[in-house]
């Protein structure tokens, strides 16, 4: 099979080497190794409970007083507490109070009564901080117009999730559920694993589909019971004598191992920090591409050796005659030379944008 050869020539007009570029290689998997790891069960969906609360005791940044919007649950909640405002005017200067949106995020695996879950606020009307503020009781509910059953209770002081954006914060731990909210979908005799985006293509799907069967191949007498439905999804249906205990048998298939799955190639290049992050898989074809003072060419073995006369040196990268060299070899020439953080990159890019990078590549 043909191998590629890359030479590296440098010339003594080259750039300097103010700050080397860092080039990291990723040559893990890149996805985890175990199944739970890139997939999750279909059942596992992640809920939110919604409401509107106010945020009391500001020093004056609230929405009150002007705001209808706010005087008016201000005013339904001074009522329940047998503390009825009989004229508006009365709340004209209540700046102390502000209108929120409330949301509380239920885990994926769900959540049982007396959890204690953090509350995410959001100021509604024209508040302009809600820093000091403390959430007053407010009834959790599940985000249908057509359903009001009170899953849960909010309350606390707020914290800002970011100085700069007062009118946003967080009441840690400040939700506690008063309703079980277990998965809206009971295991039975199946359950269907979905892989997460990143992971999601046909090789991985069938290869959780084969880890799966050949666990379960002595309690099946070989009959397969895992099927990659397509690059998305793996469809288990679970052994009878596992029937009985579900959740032991579904914790021991999310906790199998998966084989090194080659991920796509892949580069990252990040020009604020000059660095390089790239996957195994990344090659490079045959070219010959001149930049500043620096010169690389991939060439075929018959060009393994200088031209005669030559004294310029020359690096073979494919050792192992793969067929094509690897940007990891570019790596240590790029070392060996001291080649600089701007000419890496640069470099790197005009490969790609010549399609001698074959990769994704990702600019940050």
């Not at 195994?280 to 060009?303: C, F, R």
Request: proline letters at 7%.
């Amino acid at each position: 099979m043909p191998h590629s050869i890359l030479r590296m020539f440098k010339w003594p007009v080259s750039c300097g080497v103010a700050c080397l570029l860092t080039l990291l290689s990723i040559t893990s998997p890149a996805y985890a190794t175990r199944i739970r790891d890139v997939a999750r069960l279909h059942n596992e969906k992640q809920r939110e409970l919604t409401g509107l609360g106010l945020i009391v005791g500001l020093k004056g940044t609230g929405d009150g007083g002007d705001s209808m919007v706010t005087m008016r649950p201000l005013r339904e909640m001074l009522k329940k507490f047998d503390d009825p405002v009989l004229l508006d005017k009365e709340l004209k200067n209540a700046n102390n109070v502000a209108l929120v949106s409330i949301s509380v995020k239920i885990p994926a695996q769900g959540a049982h009564i007396g959890d204690k879950l953090d509350v995410h606020v959001s100021a509604l009307a024209g508040a302009k901080s809600l820093e000091g503020g403390r959430l007053f009781i407010t009834p959790l509910l599940v985000p249908l117009p057509d359903q009001k059953i009170i899953l849960g209770r909010a309350s606390g002081e707020v914290t800002l999730n970011d100085k700069n954006i007062p009118t946003v914060g967080v009441v840690k731990v400040g939700g506690i559920l008063e309703m079980d909210m277990p998965p809206e979908e009971e295991i039975i005799d199946r359950f269907t694993l979905i892989l997460q985006p990143q992971a999601a293509n046909p090789e991985t799907a069938s290869t959780i589909a084969d880890q799966i069967n050949e666990d379960v191949s002595p309690q099946t007498d070989g009959k397969p019971v895992a099927k990659a439905q397509n690059g998305t999804a793996v469809e288990v249906l679970i052994p009878k004598a596992e029937r009985d205990n579900v959740t032991a048998f579904v914790a021991r298939i999310r906790s199998l191992p998966l084989p090194n799955i080659p991920g796509p190639a892949k580069v990252t290049i990040n020009t604020k920090t000059k660095t390089i992050i790239f996957t195994e898989e990344v090659e490079l074809a045959p070219t010959m591409i001149s930049h500043g003072g620096l010169t690389i060419t991939v060439t075929a073995p018959k060009q393994n050796s200088n031209p005669p006369g030559s004294q310029v040196p020359f690096i073979v990268l494919d050792a192992h005659r793969t067929g094509m060299a690897k940007l990891r070899d570019l790596e240590a020439a790029f070392n060996l030379l001291k080649v600089s953080s701007d000419d890496r990159i640069a470099i790197v890019k005009l490969l790609h944008s010549s399609n001698v990078l074959k990769c994704e590549l990702e600019i940050e």
